[in-house]
């Protein structure tokens, strides 16, 4: 029997008709962030804006702040989410998150270094990038040469090692770094933010997350197949070790990419794959996109909320957290059921 139509299940009905609410859904949340901020805006005036008309003002802060910003907080918010769902689905724990393999240390210590290094913001944004790819090589490759047949396991072990080492050179940068200039940078650059985000800041990263989804896209019913265990996705023709390499590779290069744009962000990975499969099923061919949508809307109430909520900036990772950790313990409650 094909593996394909055991495990790829075509979308029904009733989650077309979700995945068309949510992203309804998500236009809306949209709409009123481009409204909200302490120069506000009416419907009519956003509009006027959008087209091009109306106050010259309004159209300088809808498409020169709003805009930029509201487009990074739904690109960030998606890539996390899709990223977050993968690894769950490819780890077959709901209490995995995006930076399992120490992709988000990476980053952190390759833009930390930057900073460190007083380069320009593109050259901090590639640095975070590199550090999180070098990092989740250095997993890949260490888990190669590690014998042990549980490879899932051991990639998870390997990869909060790793992190554990970057987090400790990254404590050690900030420890030496510039108290008065350096090491307010990146403390706030670690705790994550959207402030000043412009449009050159988004373009390199938005190539980076749509090559990433295209092959969990195409490996959809592959990720299915690897969710019910190795031998079991043996016995369906998968080959697993390339398809799980594929869709870590993937899965990283996305979590890097807006990691390198908005600094750590944690608990969106954790959290919003876990709500989207009660809403639409494990069918990785739904919780994809659901996991999408509901990753932009939830990091763009989110980011919103931490311009608006106190006269200064709120770093992202402080409000991700504090919903994020009872959902969490939430998690560990259920977890003796198990994956399902």
């Not at 790819?133 to 190669?144: D, E, N, Q, R, S």
């Not at 050179?169 to 030496?176: E, G, I, N, P, R």
């Not at 307010?184 to 990263?205: H, K, V």
């Not at 031998?231 to 869709?247: N, S």
């Amino acid at each position: 029997m094909d593996a394909g139509k055991i495990t790829d299940v075509s979308l029904h009905r009733p989650a077309i008709t979700l995945t068309g609410g949510l992203a309804l859904c998500l236009a809306v949340l949209a709409f009123g962030a481009v409204m909200i901020g302490p120069y506000g805006l009416t419907p009519t005036q956003t509009l006027a804006a959008l087209s091009g008309r109306g106050d010259p003002q309004a159209q300088i802060v809808v498409w020169n702040i709003r805009l930029p910003r509201v487009a990074a907080a739904l690109l960030v918010g998606a890539a996390l989410a899709a990223a977050g769902a993968s690894y769950q689905a490819l780890f077959r724990n709901p209490l995995v998150s995006p930076d399992i393999l120490g992709v988000s240390a990476g980053a952190g210590l390759g833009a930390v270094a930057g900073i460190f290094l007083s380069l320009p913001v593109a050259a901090i944004q590639a640095t975070a990038f590199a550090g999180g790819m070098v990092a989740v090589g250095f997993v890949t490759l260490v888990a190669a040469l590690v014998q042990n047949t549980d490879r899932t396991l051991t990639l998870v072990l390997i990869g909060v090692v790793i992190g554990a080492l970057a987090g400790a050179a990254t404590s050690l940068l900030k420890v030496t770094a510039d108290p008065y200039d350096q090491l307010p940078a990146i403390t706030f650059w670690l705790l994550g933010s959207l402030a000043a985000t412009t449009t050159e800041d988004i373009l390199p990263a938005l190539p980076m997350v749509l090559i990433g989804l295209v092959p969990l896209a195409l490996l959809r019913w592959r990720i299915n197949v690897l969710s019910l265990g190795d031998e079991e996705a043996r016995a369906l023709g998968i080959e697993v070790a390339r398809t799980r390499f594929l869709v870590i590779a993937s899965a990283t290069m996305i979590t890097a990419s807006v990691t390198a744009l908005a600094g750590v962000v944690g608990w969106v990975g954790l959290v919003i794959p876990h709500i989207a499969r009660m809403l639409v099923g494990p069918g990785f061919g739904r919780l994809l996109p659901a996991s999408i949508l509901i990753g932009a809307s939830y990091l763009l109430i989110v980011d919103t909320l931490a311009r608006t909520i106190a006269q200064v900036e709120v770093p992202l990772g402080i409000l991700t957290a504090v919903i994020g950790a009872p959902f969490f313990v939430w998690l560990l409650a259920r977890g003796r059921h198990g994956w399902s």
